[in-house]
């Protein structure tokens, strides 16, 4: 059955990855509802957070063709309960609505906060899931709403640890490379407890 | 994201490598993509100057007049590709090309997609406008990054020239390695022209990659406890068992247990058709016991093979009955079409070498002999009167028996895309390993004659005899040139029908025969050999084609054969596509 999951991507830093990454999901017909990408705690390391309208069986398949990538350390797919997640919104709303005592509290009520006021408009952030941030942009409408913007989705794995600690001891060791007939004591990548 | 072109190599050297010649002084980019390319044992490469590609071929010429390096100028980009897959299968090394930026560029894709599909180590480098100029629609730029990006293992743009030898150690690290594939290396003409402190370190070691994974000793226990369970184990062959050079390993494990062996159409000559535990061929042309055969084990062991559409047809009717071990270097590969009840991701030649140790000895002799009955049938339908056919026209595969018979089996078979591919498949008697290539994949008409070149340039000492369909012929027939200037001694059997003969024969089966654009009004193909001073002959009757046969083989250098065959003969047994594999038909 289809529905929502999120995907996370782990990769070196690379021009181009995020073509790499994007035309996998392009072949097989799926459609990227939201993509977010920054570094890492760890220097060099890229995490991209995907969300995408699919089976699990068919993206348990896409993963595995995303981390036959070079550049690729590991990609995940998660349920809805494996991750915390959050995206956020700004509101560009005329400055007129400010004269308007209800606005105020409608902003305090969602746990918003005004960034800027400039002469005829002022911003506010919101943070949430996207249904949150949806809700508000209707409550905000009526009082004169001038633009909307929203992020992709970040997301925090629940159980993610020992993959980040095992990111981690790479970018210690600085084991780019090693010396022939060296085993990496983490290059079996079934040896990766997570 | 930061703009890092390559990440600094800090391995230690191999001792399998020439150490390269040390240079004191700086020098080009240019000389530095030679000079890394000889430090990778690079003999050959296959290749066409063009504007942006001139400074490396400057540097070349000093390379190639000391004899360091050879250069074969091939008549099309498309053709260095398919030259540089024949090389790379006939000689185990990897295949590299040059070409330069835009329409050179481009003319690589074809080769390079179906290096991909068929695994084929290659790397080809491309020049590029310079660095200031990308993206301005310079003369001759294209975008060949993105172009080749879903069709490479991997590709880099470099664009200073102490990026280059990191960069083409790490394509040559990443081209052979693990699933070989084939990597594109773009460098910018001001990367060529400027110079660095040459220092070439072979890469070893690249930290999100990793080629090839450690055995898992449980999914081994795994596999050979369902093995030894079974009455009807079967193997089915792949690409893969060449690869990892992996023959032997495989021959013993199939003995010790008396498992018959089924190929894919790329893992043939894996084992001697004359191996008593081989059954033959499976897919949409493949042995009509095999493919039966597969839908009555009751395991199924698919070793570096990854279930293409041609070998299972209906997945849904695909050997449901039986528990499905799959070895597999590729992890994307297991699960992808077919699930695996005991998957085994690791190399072949190492998973097979632990089977062995763990599998039971067991009497398999009435299950082999249903391939045997099986058998009888597709030669009492099909082949006898194929390959010894007394009357008529001349039949492709009586042409395919003699010239396994002439050559005892031990060319190299380079096929093109066809008819005449499964006939030659079906009919040559494989002898030794990586003596056949083809197209498998990809399905690329005109990959015979570039890539019999390539196989010859790899392999000087064996027989390499191409088999090439009239109308595949005339997609690259001007690689005629390459071969005549360079003294490839290749031989050429083209098996005109005068049609585009797999197409027509689809058009008979399943489009009530309406012919559309598959008649072929063909040129004299041997005044075109002619042309190209490449000697050759024009066989129609049955009673020469022998003596045309020794004549091509007994002719030193290149030659040509035209076979006047069959008009509107057909592959069988066949599996219509999409069709379950059990409704395989024998005429």
């Given at each position: 059955?289809q529905k929502e999951y999120t995907i996370t991507v782990y990769t070196e830093d690379r021009i181009g990855i995020t073509n790499r990454i994007t035309i996998i999901f392009t072949r097989r017909r799926i459609n990227i509802t939201s993509l977010t990408t920054?570094?890492?705690?760890?220097?060099?390391v890229y995490k991209f957070v995907i969300t995408v309208l699919a089976t699990r069986e068919l993206l348990d398949k896409v993963v595995l063709q995303i981390e036959r990538l070079i550049e690729i350390h590991r990609a995940f797919v998660h349920?809805?309960?494996?991750?915390?997640?959050?995206?956020?919104?700004?509101?560009?709303?005329?400055?007129?609505?400010?004269?308007?005592?209800?606005?105020?509290?409608?902003?305090?009520?969602?746990?918003?906060?005004?960034?800027?006021?400039?002469?005829?408009?002022?911003?506010?952030?919101?943070?949430?899931?996207?249904?949150?941030?949806?809700?508000?942009?209707?409550?905000?409408?009526?009082?004169?709403?001038?633009?909307?913007?929203?992020?992709g989705r970040?997301a925090?794995?629940?159980?993610?640890?020992?993959?980040?600690?095992?990111?981690?001891?790479?970018?210690?060791?600085?084991?780019?490379?090693?010396?022939?007939?060296?085993?990496?004591?983490?290059?079996?990548r079934?040896?990766?407890?997570? | 994201m930061?703009?890092?072109?390559?990440?600094?190599?800090?391995?230690?050297?191999?001792?399998?490598?020439?150490?390269?010649?040390?240079?004191?002084?700086?020098?080009?980019?240019?000389?530095?993509?030679?000079?890394?390319?000889?430090?990778?044992?690079?003999?050959?490469?296959?290749?066409?100057?063009?504007?942006?590609?001139?400074?490396?071929?400057?540097?070349?010429?000093?390379?190639?007049?000391?004899?360091?390096?050879?250069?074969?100028?091939?008549?099309?980009?498309?053709?260095?590709?398919?030259?540089?897959?024949?090389?790379?299968?006939?000689?185990?090394?990897?295949?590299?090309?040059?070409?330069?930026?835009?329409?050179?560029?481009?003319?690589?894709v074809?080769?390079l997609a179906?290096a991909y599909m068929?695994s084929?180590?290659?790397?080809?480098?491309?020049?590029?406008?310079?660095?200031?100029?990308?993206?301005?629609?310079?003369?001759?730029?294209?975008d060949v990054i993105g172009i080749t990006m879903p069709i490479t293992k991997w590709n880099i743009?470099?664009?200073?020239?102490?990026?280059?030898?990191?960069?083409?150690?790490?394509?040559?690290?990443i081209?052979?390695?693990g699933r070989p594939g084939p990597v594109l290396?773009?460098?910018?003409?001001?990367?060529?022209?400027?110079?660095?402190?040459?220092?070439?370190?072979?890469?070893?070691?690249i930290?999100s990659y990793r080629p090839?994974?450690?055995?898992?000793?449980?999914?081994?226990?795994?596999?050979?406890?369902?093995?030894?369970?079974?009455?009807?184990?079967?193997?089915?062959?792949?690409?893969?068992?060449?690869?990892?050079?992996?023959?032997?390993?495989?021959?013993?494990?199939?003995?010790?247990?008396?498992?018959?062996?089924?190929?894919?159409?790329?893992?043939?000559?894996?084992?001697?058709?004359?191996?008593?535990?081989?059954?033959?061929?499976?897919?949409?042309?493949?042995?009509?016991?095999?493919?039966?055969?597969?839908?009555?084990?009751?395991?199924?062991?698919?070793?570096?093979?990854r279930f293409d559409d041609?070998?299972?047809?209906?997945?849904?009717?695909?050997?449901?009955?039986?528990?499905?071990?799959?070895?597999e270097i590729d992890e994307a590969e297991i699960h992808k079409i077919?699930?695996?009840?005991?998957?085994?991701h690791?190399?072949?030649?190492?998973?097979?070498?632990?089977?062995?140790?763990?599998?039971?000895?067991?009497?398999?002799?009435?299950?082999?002999?249903?391939?045997?009955?099986?058998?009888?049938?597709?030669?009492?339908?099909?082949?006898?009167?194929?390959?010894?056919?007394?009357?008529?026209?001349?039949?492709?595969?009586?042409?395919?028996?003699?010239?396994?018979?002439?050559?005892?089996?031990?060319?190299?078979?380079?096929?093109?895309?066809?008819?005449?591919?499964?006939?030659?498949?079906?009919?040559?008697?494989?002898?030794?390993?990586?003596?056949?290539?083809?197209?498998?994949g990809m399905?690329?008409?005109?990959?015979?004659?570039?890539?019999?070149?390539?196989?010859?340039?790899?392999?000087?000492?064996?027989?390499?005899?191409?088999?090439?369909?009239?109308?595949?012929?005339?997609?690259?027939?001007?690689?005629?040139?390459?071969?005549?200037?360079?003294?490839?001694?290749?031989?050429?059997?083209?098996?005109?029908?005068?049609?585009?003969?797999?197409?027509?024969?689809?058009?008979?089966?399943?489009?009530?025969?309406?012919?559309?654009?598959?008649?072929?009004?063909?040129?004299?193909?041997?005044?075109?050999?002619?042309?190209?001073?490449?000697?050759?002959?024009?066989?129609?009757?049955?009673?020469?084609?022998?003596?045309?046969?020794?004549?091509?083989?007994?002719?030193?250098?290149?030659?040509?054969?035209?076979?006047?065959?069959?008009?509107?003969?057909?592959?069988?047994?066949?599996?219509?596509?999409?069709?379950?594999?059990?409704?395989?038909?024998?005429?």
């Amino acid at each position: 059955m289809q529905k929502e999951y999120t995907i996370t991507v782990y990769t070196e830093d690379r021009i181009g990855i995020t073509n790499r990454i994007t035309i996998i999901f392009t072949r097989r017909r799926i459609n990227i509802t939201s993509l977010t990408t920054s570094e890492t705690e760890i220097p060099g390391v890229y995490k991209f957070v995907i969300t995408v309208l699919a089976t699990r069986e068919l993206l348990d398949k896409v993963v595995l063709q995303i981390e036959r990538l070079i550049e690729i350390h590991r990609a995940f797919v998660h349920e809805e309960d494996e991750v915390v997640y959050q995206e956020l919104a700004l509101y560009k709303v005329s400055t007129k609505a400010l004269s308007n005592g209800n606005i105020e509290r409608l902003i305090r009520d969602n746990h918003a906060r005004i960034l800027t006021i400039a002469e005829d408009y002022f911003v506010i952030e919101k943070t949430g899931h996207q249904q949150e941030l949806l809700d508000m942009l209707k409550k905000l409408e009526p009082y004169g709403l001038i633009e909307y913007t929203k992020s992709g989705r970040v997301a925090i794995v629940k159980w993610s640890r020992r993959f980040h600690e095992h990111l981690k001891n790479l970018g210690e060791k600085q084991m780019d490379n090693l010396p022939p007939g060296v085993t990496h004591p983490e290059a079996n990548r079934s040896g990766i407890s997570l | 994201m930061q703009q890092k072109d390559v990440l600094p190599m800090k391995t230690e050297k191999s001792d399998k490598r020439p150490a390269p010649a040390p240079v004191s002084e700086p020098i080009t980019g240019a000389e530095a993509v030679i000079r890394s390319l000889i430090a990778e044992g690079v003999e050959t490469i296959f290749g066409y100057p063009g504007g942006a590609i001139m400074p490396i071929y400057d540097a070349l010429y000093d390379f190639q007049v000391s004899g360091q390096v050879n250069h074969i100028l091939v008549r099309h980009e498309q053709g260095a590709t398919h030259a540089a897959q024949g090389y790379a299968r006939s000689s185990g090394k990897t295949g590299v090309v040059f070409a330069t930026s835009g329409p050179g560029a481009t003319n690589l894709v074809t080769g390079l997609a179906d290096a991909y599909m068929d695994s084929t180590p290659m790397v080809a480098i491309t020049g590029q406008v310079a660095a200031a100029l990308l993206g301005t629609d310079a003369f001759q730029e294209t975008d060949v990054i993105g172009i080749t990006m879903p069709i490479t293992k991997w590709n880099i743009q470099v664009t200073r020239p102490e990026d280059i030898p990191g960069a083409i150690a790490k394509a040559f690290y990443i081209a052979k390695s693990g699933r070989p594939g084939p990597v594109l290396v773009d460098i910018t003409k001001n990367a060529q022209f400027g110079k660095l402190d040459f220092q070439y370190e072979a890469c070893e070691y690249i930290r999100s990659y990793r080629p090839k994974p450690v055995l898992n000793m449980e999914q081994v226990e795994a596999a050979a406890a369902l093995i030894n369970a079974s009455k009807r184990p079967y193997i089915l062959c792949g690409h893969g068992v060449l690869i990892a050079d992996a023959q032997k390993e495989l021959i013993a494990f199939a003995e010790k247990a008396g498992i018959p062996i089924a190929s894919t159409l790329l893992g043939l000559s894996a084992v001697s058709v004359d191996h008593p535990l081989y059954v033959g061929y499976v897919g949409m042309h493949g042995n009509y016991s095999p493919n039966i055969n597969t839908n009555e084990c009751d395991v199924l062991i698919a070793v570096g093979m990854r279930f293409d559409d041609r070998i299972t047809g209906d997945v849904n009717t695909y050997a449901r009955q039986a528990k499905v071990v799959h070895i597999e270097i590729d992890e994307a590969e297991i699960h992808k079409i077919i699930k695996a009840d005991a998957p085994v991701h690791a190399d072949a030649k190492e998973a097979l070498q632990a089977l062995t140790g763990k599998i039971d000895a067991k009497d398999t002799k009435a299950w082999i002999q249903s391939f045997k009955e099986l058998d009888k049938q597709e030669d009492e339908k099909v082949r006898h009167k194929e390959l010894y056919p007394t009357e008529g026209e001349l039949k492709m595969a009586e042409v395919i028996r003699l010239i396994s018979e002439k050559t005892g089996g031990e060319a190299i078979l380079v096929t093109d895309v066809g008819q005449h591919q499964m006939i030659a498949s079906r009919y040559y008697g494989f002898k030794s390993p990586n003596t056949n290539i083809t197209s498998g994949g990809m399905g690329t008409m005109g990959f015979a004659l570039p890539a019999a070149m390539g196989a010859k340039v790899g392999k000087e000492e064996r027989e390499v005899v191409a088999i090439i369909g009239d109308g595949c012929f005339q997609m690259t027939l001007q690689e005629l040139g390459t071969i005549y200037q360079s003294k490839i001694g290749v031989k050429i059997v083209i098996l005109n029908n005068n049609f585009l003969g797999m197409v027509r024969q689809w058009q008979q089966l399943f489009f009530d025969r309406r012919y559309s654009s598959t008649e072929m009004t063909n040129p004299d193909f041997v005044q075109i050999a002619k042309g190209f001073f490449i000697p050759g002959k024009k066989v129609t009757d049955r009673s020469e084609i022998s003596d045309a046969i020794d004549e091509m083989l007994n002719t030193p250098g290149a030659y040509l054969l035209e076979v006047v065959v069959e008009k509107e003969d057909n592959v069988f047994p066949m599996v219509p596509a999409g069709a379950p594999i059990a409704s395989i038909r024998l005429d």
